[in-house]
């Protein structure tokens, strides 16, 4: 309905570093969950080699992009 597809994270960075192609970022609130569905597109997304995080503030938000674009990990 708001044209996203279910289960895929809300945000993506179209950046790739040494390690991945890109990073998506799912955003939560704190009592916020993962649907299965959820789970099983971020397996499959980790797989084909891209980065995903879960956010549930936008300090943690800001850490991760900082993170992932000044010190990217395996």
Same mark, same amino acid.
């Given at each position: 309905?708001?044209?996203v597809?279910?289960?895929?994270?809300? $945000?993506? *960075?179209?950046?790739?570093?040494?390690?991945?192609?890109?990073? &998506?970022?799912?955003? /939560? %609130?704190?009592?916020?969950?993962?649907?299965?569905?959820?789970?099983?597109?971020?397996?499959? $997304?980790? *797989?084909a080699?891209?980065?995903?995080?879960?956010?549930?503030? &936008?300090?943690?938000? /800001? %850490?991760?992009?900082e993170?992932?674009?000044?010190?990217?990990?395996?």
């Open positions: 309905r708001e044209g597809v279910s289960g895929v994270p809300d $945000l993506f *960075l179209a950046h790739a570093n040494f390690f991945h192609y890109g990073l &998506f970022i799912e955003m /939560k %609130s704190d009592k916020g969950k993962l649907s299965q569905n959820q789970k099983n597109i971020i397996d499959k $997304l980790e *797989l080699g891209y980065h995903v995080e879960i956010c549930n503030s &936008f300090e943690s938000f /800001k %850490s991760v992009i993170n992932y674009l000044t010190n990217p990990k395996p």
